[in-house]
């Protein structure tokens, strides 16, 4: 999930940072570390009021909210409900920083106005949906040809020779390049800004080269500065839900805040770290919206001081950390639900697991700010989820069947639709509304993973001429998200054409001595939609005795000729579902001439005949195989 928390980080330095002595920028931390501390006082003087192991009940300042029990609760709170209330906690957060000697001097002005572009330039990226950063490697022949102005938002650095890389999300003030250290998960860098001021930068990456996590360090010469980092682990949330609207994802932000002051040989430096893990569960409704959620959050705040040498480094003394845990478990939350009314569901303990004092109100605050802030995050995420799988459409599918393939008029049309999550599952429920605007609907329901649809030709409109199709639409929403509107059609019995092929092959056998007589011949007619008969052409050639004025009976009766000529054919197509087809030789009407009777879908037949040649009665054979082949030819519509 990457979400707020780098904005967050990015705008807490947007706001001038406090210097290491500095009090609470929180005035409300402010009020309540003071209620705190006059409790205590009074309870001294009622001689240690306090019951062993626990504070005395804390009395929450107005606008403020108690968390733990109302009676007695466990600190006041105030968690930030938008993106300024998160900067406000980050704020408070760097205010918890323990304080250095008086004479330590903090971050200077340039310091921070170099903090403040940085974050801009980080913020700009992930409102753009970018990572915070991306480091871009290059191989050292490659790298050696960019200059930083041809990397927008980066900045280029040859190490070693070897590799270089340019860190995206940067902007040019950040400095030109000293040092650039590259590693299978991450690199460092440094860059100088000038007059005195550093940066030093850790990144981890993933595969891709975008920041997982990242840490900025920003000094001066004398070695003031500014800490702050961010971290985000863990898978990133699902892209949809599955069929039965479950969206299970876990969270961990990161974010580390500090500031360096120098005191003459003495480097102080102050670090607030705060880790917000767990997991959380979304469920999405019939609706095909977000409806509510679980969480269980576990947060961490911890408190580190130590003292370093300005000459060496070395570590001169460490303050014992702080950590201060807060839990959160709750299932079923409405996603409209407030942040700030879990706040007494939420269970926290101060240092060694013991209960909060009074003088822990400023801790108590930022950590419940800041759970807080995560459970406004998994909300924001359920909204942007919204708009994938609601708006966009882009998760539940439908998927039916229909018959008949196609309607006739008076007719029926039927459909079984299903509606199947982003995982391909069957979704858990649905919502139907069904429609149909080419005859009388009937649906088996309106609720449920599928739907049974059947629409009927009352008015006996369908048919190709004029065109009325079968149609049936209906708008989806389901667990697993709201799908594109089913609308199919059905379309009607299309223009039929028939496309009618006869062969005939043909012999005439006269016995011994005479030439026979064999013909083939072909043709082709087409019957047109609404037609029932029709003509067509076709042609013949044969091989036959050559009778002449000089060559009749009792001559040459060896003597052959080829011959060939035209022929008609024609189709005619019969109330009793067959088809009369006609094949006549135009040069010999008289030889060549048949017709037959044919079932629709054609076939073969042999007609066989006698007829008189040469004054003999009988003496001619013939045979006629006819072969008929008929296609029946769909046309596009409007053809």
């Not at 001294?44 to 626990?54: D, I, L, Q, S, V």
């Not at 059609?489 to 012999?507: C, G, L, Q, S």
Request: net charge positive.
């Amino acid at each position: 999930m990457r979400l707020l928390l780098p904005l967050a980080l990015a705008v807490a330095l947007l706001v001038a940072a406090p210097a290491a002595h500095a009090s609470p920028a929180s005035p409300i931390a402010a009020a309540a570390a003071r209620r705190g501390a006059a409790t205590t006082r009074g309870a001294a003087r009622r001689g240690k009021a306090k019951k062993k192991g626990r504070a005395r009940a804390l009395r929450c300042p107005r606008g403020t909210v108690a968390f733990g029990s109302a009676r007695a609760p466990q600190g006041c709170a105030r968690p930030p409900a938008s993106a300024g209330g998160r900067f406000d906690a980050l704020n408070a957060a760097l205010a918890l920083a323990p304080r250095a000697s008086r004479k330590a001097k903090g971050p200077s002005a340039r310091v921070r106005k170099l903090a403040r572009q940085l974050a801009s330039g980080m913020l700009q990226r992930v409102q753009a949906g970018e990572p915070a950063l991306r480091v871009v490697r290059a191989g050292a022949a490659r790298a050696a040809g960019l200059a930083p102005a041809s990397l927008p938002h980066g900045i280029a650095r040859v190490a070693s020779g070897a590799a270089a890389a340019s860190f995206q999300g940067l902007p040019s003030s950040a400095g030109r390049s000293v040092s650039v250290k590259l590693e299978a998960g991450g690199a460092e860098a440094v860059f100088d800004a000038g007059r005195g001021v550093t940066t030093r930068i850790d990144v981890q990456t993933d595969e891709n080269g975008d920041a997982t996590s990242a840490t900025m360090e920003v000094t001066d010469r004398r070695g003031s500065g500014l800490v702050f980092g961010m971290g985000e682990k863990g898978p990133p949330t699902p892209t949809c839900p599955t069929g039965a609207g479950d969206l299970p994802s876990r969270l961990r932000q990161e974010v580390i805040v500090g500031t360096i002051a120098v005191d003459g040989r003495k480097r102080y430096r102050r670090v607030v770290k705060q880790v917000i893990e767990g997991r959380w569960h979304g469920y999405v409704a019939v609706s095909a919206r977000a409806e509510r959620f679980d969480v269980a959050l576990r947060g961490a705040l911890e408190v580190r001081a130590q003292t370093e040498s300005t000459a060496t480094g070395k570590v001169l003394k460490r303050e014992g950390t702080r950590t201060f845990r807060t839990a959160l478990d709750k299932r079923g939350v409405p996603i409209g639900t407030d942040p700030a009314s879990l706040l007494r569901e939420m269970r926290l303990r101060g240092p060694k697991g013991r209960y909060l004092s009074s003088g822990d109100v400023r801790e108590a605050t930022t950590l419940v700010a800041f759970t807080a802030v995560a459970v406004g995050d998994v909300i924001s995420e359920l909204h942007r989820g919204d708009r994938r799988w609601y708006d966009d459409r882009a998760c539940a599918t439908i998927d039916f069947t229909s018959s008949p393939e196609r309607v006739a008029k008076g007719g029926r049309a039927d459909w079984e639709v299903v509606a199947l999550g982003a995982d391909g599952q069957k979704v858990a429920d649905a919502t139907w509304a069904p429609a149909s605007s080419c005859g009388t609907l009937t649906a088996s329901g309106t609720r449920g993973p599928s739907i049974t649809l059947a629409v009927v030709d009352d008015a006996g409109r369908w048919g190709p001429e004029p065109y009325q199709p079968a149609c049936a639409t209906a708008e989806v929403t389901t667990t697993g998200g709201r799908p594109r509107p089913f609308d199919h059609t059905i379309f009607p019995i299309a223009k039929t054409d028939w496309r009618i092929e006869i062969n005939v092959a043909y012999r005439e056998d006269m016995g011994p001595g005479v030439v026979p007589t064999e013909m083939t011949g072909s043709g082709t007619v087409a019957i047109r939609h609404g037609e029932v008969t029709a003509q067509g052409d076709g042609q013949w050639s044969a091989r036959e005795w050559a009778a002449a004025v000089d060559n009749t009976c009792g001559q040459d009766m060896m003597r052959g000729r080829d011959v060939a000529g035209r022929a008609v054919v024609g189709a005619q197509l019969n109330d009793d579902g067959t088809i009369s087809v006609a094949f006549t030789a135009l040069e010999r009407p008289l030889n060549m001439a048949w017709i037959e009777i044919f079932p629709l879908e054609g076939g073969r037949r042999t007609v066989t005949n006698e007829k008189p040649f040469c004054g003999e009665p009988r003496r001619a054979k013939t045979t006629a195989d006819i072969t008929v082949a008929v296609t029946r030819v769909e046309r596009p519509w409007g053809q």
